[in-house]
Structure formats: C-alpha cells, structure tokens
C-alpha cells in the first residue's frame, strides 16, 4: 500500500471523482460509481468485493474505521487537503472516506419463482435506497427496475441503500410488458385507489410486489396486469410515502410467514 498526496482540483483523479458524483452517463460509461463514508466501504470491503482506489485527508487516516479499512485494503490512498475534500463530498461532516468502485456484473438471469421487488418508475434516490434496504432485510433477494427509476449505483441510492445493494441481484432497464407475464407467482401492485386490503392476502407463498412513482403511482401497465392492493388508513390520508408503503408490504409478507414457519 503507497500512501499519493493529491493538492489539484485539476488533477484527472479529481475530475474523474466529480463526474462519477455528478454524472450517470459517465458512471454508465466507465462501468464505476462511488462509495462515500466509512460504513459503505467497509461493508463493501467485507463483503470480498475490490476497491480501486481510496480517498481520505491526512487527519483522517489515523481514524479507528479508515485503519480498519487499510486492512481489508491493499492498493494506493490518495490524500487530499481538507478543502479539496469538502469540495467532493455529499456527506457534509462525516469521516472523509470515499471510494472508486466497479460497478457489479452478475450472471443471473431473472428467476420468475422467486420473491421480487419492481420498482416501476420510483425517481426519488432516498426511496429507492430504502426500499432496497427494506427488501434486503425481508430476505428478498431480486430487485427490477424500470427505465425511469433512479440510477440503482447512483451515490446518492448506495447512500440511502446502506449497504443493501450488496446482497441484491439487481436489474435494470427492465420493460415491464416483457416479465410481468412470465412470473409464475402472485403479482402486486400497491394503489391507493383500491379497496382490497394488503391484510386480506395470503402472502405466506413466493410473490412480486410493484411499486410505482411517487406522484403518479403505478403504470397503467402494472395495475392492469397485477392484483392492485391498499394499505387501509383509517386516519384519511390520501397516500403514503412509497418507500413507507413498500416496507409495510414487505412486513406483513414476513410477519405472516414467520406465524406459518
């Protein structure tokens, strides 16, 4: 391990670093994206997965975690000043950290018998991140998204994701037309419009679960071809958050598993 001062915002680190922050075409393109902050690094590290390169400032590199990191770690760190950091940075105050990842290429091929989370045009990066982690925690394990949902390896959803992502087969780009028929399994779609209560189902067997935009909800796609479901609310609120919603989803789904186990 070799410890590189970097002191340029012109340096072609530097630049590369902002446009993998800043640009999903770029990321698309060089096949990388960004890690910021001890935890998702460590938690990429742990999970046997490479880091190419690491980013801290020289204050922070007697740090506990980033000494941990140096462990699990054998290529260069680059050091930049204080300043040049806070200028890359999305975290505000949090322990300078920051790492150039590849982008994950699995070999699996949609499994059309198994537990499945669509995301169908869900746009905002804190809920797609959540909803990940939400479904990681349920034990599902396969993730489908749409051409309008949110960057899956954009910074700002491995953020939100806290880690999630890596344990999730996730795909992307997915034309709904194309798998929806091809699951052998209930399919469900979350809509405050319907009546059918989530509680009334039997969610103890293999199932999908669609949720859709934040604003319009599912497409007209989804609900024609899925059994639409609501969450009842007695409190009369016109919706919920769908990063809220998808989580009550998936936690009945265990609860009622767990009663039948």
Request: proline share 5%; aromatic share 6%.
């Amino acid at each position: 391990m070799s410890i590189i001062y970097l002191e340029s915002k012109d340096n072609p680190k530097i630049k590369h670093i902002r446009a993998l922050t800043e640009q999903a075409s770029y990321r698309k393109k060089q096949q990388q994206t960004i890690l910021e902050g001890t935890h998702l690094c460590l938690a990429w590290l742990e999970a046997s997965r490479p880091i190419k390169s690491l980013f801290t400032t020289e204050a922070a590199l007697q740090h506990l975690d980033i000494e941990k990191i140096q462990t699990l770690y054998t290529g260069h760190i680059f050091i930049l000043s204080e300043v040049l950091y806070r200028d890359l940075s999305t975290l505000g105050t949090s322990l300078p950290c920051l790492a150039v990842i590849d982008l994950p290429r699995h070999q699996h091929a949609i499994d059309f018998n198994q537990d499945t989370l669509i995301l169908d045009g869900v746009q905002d990066p804190g809920n797609v991140g959540t909803l990940l982690r939400s479904a990681a925690a349920a034990n599902i394990k396969q993730i489908l998204c749409t051409p309008a949902v949110s960057s899956i390896w954009s910074p700002r959803v491995l953020r939100a994701g806290m880690g999630a992502h890596f344990s999730l087969f996730c795909f992307e780009q997915v034309d709904l037309s194309r798998v929806l028929p091809q699951f052998n399994i209930p399919v469900y779609v979350t809509s405050s419009h319907q009546s059918k209560s989530l509680y009334s189902e039997d969610l103890t067997q293999p199932c999908v679960w669609i949720l859709g935009n934040e604003g319009q909800g599912a497409s007209e796609y989804a609900l024609e071809h899925a059994q639409a479901i609501a969450i009842p609310q007695p409190g009369g609120q016109e919706s919920l958050n769908v990063a809220i919603a998808g989580s009550i989803c998936l936690f009945e789904m265990v609860r009622q598993r767990q009663i039948t186990a």
